[in-house]
């Protein structure tokens, strides 16, 4: 039984969000272990503790937003809309935190400030900005993968007089933009959300865009109950089905190719999953699509067709229809009107792809070619430093001291995007190069906090202290994750996937494209042949082919 004050524990957990709650129930509750949680904000969250911007929710739907490790909490709640909206998310994670008295372990309004592997007594020590030092034997990374938010660096820097926001941190007592002129940087997820809901208030609205995006229906709104109730019975096969799936959702890639199907067949097709609404039309599109340029076109047209159909003025559309990337291989959004908010007179789309923004000034910004706007307030919706982002902000130093930051310098190095060479025992949630944010989070967190359960367990088990990969193995999968990524279109695109949001940051593939089911097969098996490709108090286990075959291409 730990306490909120206990300075040596099992296990230090960075971050109360979807995986932190579930580590913290995995190792206090089900292990017996003393594990300690310490949260930046002052709530349960995570990234929803902090995304509060008008229209946030997240993409996927909500039956499989939550966790499904057990059958009475899953029975214990119900979502209202089809999409869950960020004030209900967080409300279920305060559910799941009360239900197994999670709170009383969890340290909140403090940040982790570094973790440091102490070699001769192989434990790490972790210091927090209130001033705590801790020691555990396993420190577990659970920052989520989209948490440091980004704000570009414009000339000007924060000279704007009015109110400055930024999606990823948004004010939590809310904003009201009614009668204002404001500005928004960016176009991705959290904007396209945002965009209509800001507009209904603003008396001018204007959106700066630098890269415009394949942006598709949502179609959210009440579920019907016949569906919910279903839902709510079916929780062994939901839960082995996502389980097994390609990303985390039931959806499924079509067996024949794009480039196969008649005009007929794959205009009624991409026509039904349009109006289905959601992730269809990408994640249960042709396969084909993510691997050729003659099959993404055949889609692209089609997307392209349904943007100049909702947008009024042939201007504006062609700077909406995407340009110079893939549809697939960049985050598409869903929409709630996010198109049609641009056929109101007060609502302007400006192209900062052509004519970048020069500086942020008192009153608003000024572009290259020396055009100036003017706001009350300016909105940053301009995402995140994914996936590394939140690691690089700690100080974490493994064995000789090397900071986690250095090592990565020139991209992430991980076995499975679980755990790092030369930093035993660290076990990183949803890391780069696990497949992450190329599924429904919540499907992949399960399966990551389930494994470092069981890798725990065993190590016990065996009386063993440490275990970390082999530097190996580590290097194989490194260059396993680039070459089955470059097999396909993803590194095609400048996006967050590839680190290209931010400016300096290296150019590689950040998540894994395993999917889902085949990544967790590859987990078991590496279990069931003794936790090959890792060392367990030095003491390496090779890891064998089948790690390194991958099964998308079978
Ligand atoms: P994002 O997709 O990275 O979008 C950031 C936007 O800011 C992009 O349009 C980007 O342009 C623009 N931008 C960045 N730096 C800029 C600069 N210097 N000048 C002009 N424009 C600049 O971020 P996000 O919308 O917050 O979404 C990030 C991810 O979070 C999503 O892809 C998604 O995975 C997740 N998310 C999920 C949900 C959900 O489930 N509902 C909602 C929101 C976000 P470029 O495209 O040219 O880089």
Known sequence: MTTSTDTTVDAVIIGAGFSGLYMLHKLRDEMGLRARVFETGAGVGGTWYWNRYPGARSDSD???????????LWESWE??????????????????????????DITFGTRVDSATFDESREVWTVTTDSGETVTATYVISAVGALSASNTPTFAGGDSFAGPTLHTGHWPHEGVDFTGQRVGMIGSGASAVQATPLIAAQAREFTVFQRTANYIVPANNGP????????????????????????FGFELYLQEKGAADASDEEREALLEDFWSRGGFHIWLGSYADIFFTTEANDLVRGFLDRKIREKVDDPETAELLVPKGHPFGCKRNPLDSGYFETFNEPHVHLVDVKSNPIAEITPTGLRLTDGAEYEFDALVFATGFDAMTGPLDRIDIRGRGGTLLRDKWEEGPRTYLGLMSHGYPNLFTITGPQSPSVLSNMPVSIEQHVDLVGRIIADLRARGARTIEPSKD???????????????????????????ANIPGKPRVFL??????????????????????????????????????????AG
């Not at 062994?236 to 799936?245: C, D, K, L």
């Not at 987990?523 to 390194?548: K, L, M, R």
């Open 62 to 72: 909500s039956y499989i937003y939550g966790y499904t490790f057990d059958q009475e």
């Open 79 to 104: 979502w209202s809309e089809r999409y869950p909206e960020c004030h209900e998310i967080r409300g279920y994670l305060e559910h799941v935190a009360d239900r197994f008295d999670l709170t009383k």
């Open 223 to 246: 579920v019907d109950p016949e569906v919910k109730a279903e839902r709510l019975k079916d929780w062994a096969g939901i839960r082995e089905r996502i389980q097994n799936s390609n």
């Open 473 to 499: 193995d580590e290097d194989r999968w490194c260059d396993y994750n680039q070459e089955i990524a470059h097999a396909t279109l993803f590194p095609t695109a400048d996006t967050w996937y590839m680190g």
């Open 511 to 552: 998540p894994n494209l395993d999917f889902v089911g085949p990544y967790r097969a590859k987990c078991d098996q590496i279990a069931a042949n003794g936790w090959e490709g890792f060392a367990i108090d030095g003491e390496a286990t090779p890891a064998s082919e089948h790690v390194y075959t991958w099964a998308v």
